[in-house]
């Protein structure tokens, strides 16, 4: 069984991964999100055009949009005020699922404001019982396009590259519940 670090070489190998780059804890978020999959990071990394549009959208310069992950140097000015990250360093755990106090107020209603968090409590429970190696290798086959492998966000009902519109599991398994949430509360970000 192929560690992680080795699976995303596997996969850059096969032209199956978008991003040149390999993960880490840096992109994989306190709250449960999986970062790759985050619109921000996707368009920071190699998107710049919708980098641009979501910059005009937030009324922010690029710079500010900029992401590299939830524990980066570098995050968006809405996660740069976000109480779980250094709730979760105070408390000395990793991810939320590891806390005494899990779910708290915090969590809950960070959960209930995104429709890209529909299934943060299944991944914390999988971080928390099965680790983070396998919830990463997990992700990253579950928001890759089955048509031609690219990582897609929740919001992105045709694959980025090819077209497809099995762009990820997400977006097939709730595609339906995204399009009502947004109808309903407008756009989220991460
Ligand atoms: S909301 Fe907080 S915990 Fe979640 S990705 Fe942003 S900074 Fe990290
Ligand atoms: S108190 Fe809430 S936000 Fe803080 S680490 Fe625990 S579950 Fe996360
Ligand atoms: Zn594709």
Redesign the pocket.
């Known amino acids: 069984m192929p560690k992680f670090s080795d699976i995303s070489l596997i996969l850059k190998s096969k032209g199956l991964f978008s991003l040149n780059m390999q993960y880490n804890k840096t992109h994989a978020a306190?709250c449960g999100l999986f970062c790759p999959a985050c619109t921000v990071f996707i368009a920071t990394q190699e998107d710049p055009k919708r980098l641009e549009v979501l910059a005009k959208q937030f009324g922010i310069t690029i710079d500010e949009m900029k992401c590299y992950g939830c524990r980066s140097e570098k995050r968006i000015p809405y996660c740069d005020t976000c109480?779980?990250y250094p709730?979760?360093q105070e408390?000395g755990?990793d991810f939320?699922g590891e806390?005494?106090?899990?779910?708290?107020e915090?969590?809950k209603n960070f959960q209930a404001a995104g429709a890209h968090r529909f299934e943060l409590w299944e991944d914390q429970n999988y971080l928390k019982n099965e680790g983070f190696d396998k919830w990463m290798e997990k992700k990253i086959a579950y928001y890759s396009c089955s048509d031609c492998g690219i990582i897609n966000s929740a919001y992105d009902f045709k694959c980025r590259s090819c077209g497809s519109k099995s762009s990820n599991q997400y977006v097939l398994k709730h595609g339906k519940n995204i399009i009502k949430f947004l109808a309903k509360h407008g756009t989220k970000l991460k």
Not at 99 to 104: G, I, K, L, W
């Open positions: 306190v109480k779980m709730c979760a408390k755990v939320c806390c005494d106090n899990y779910p708290c915090e969590i």
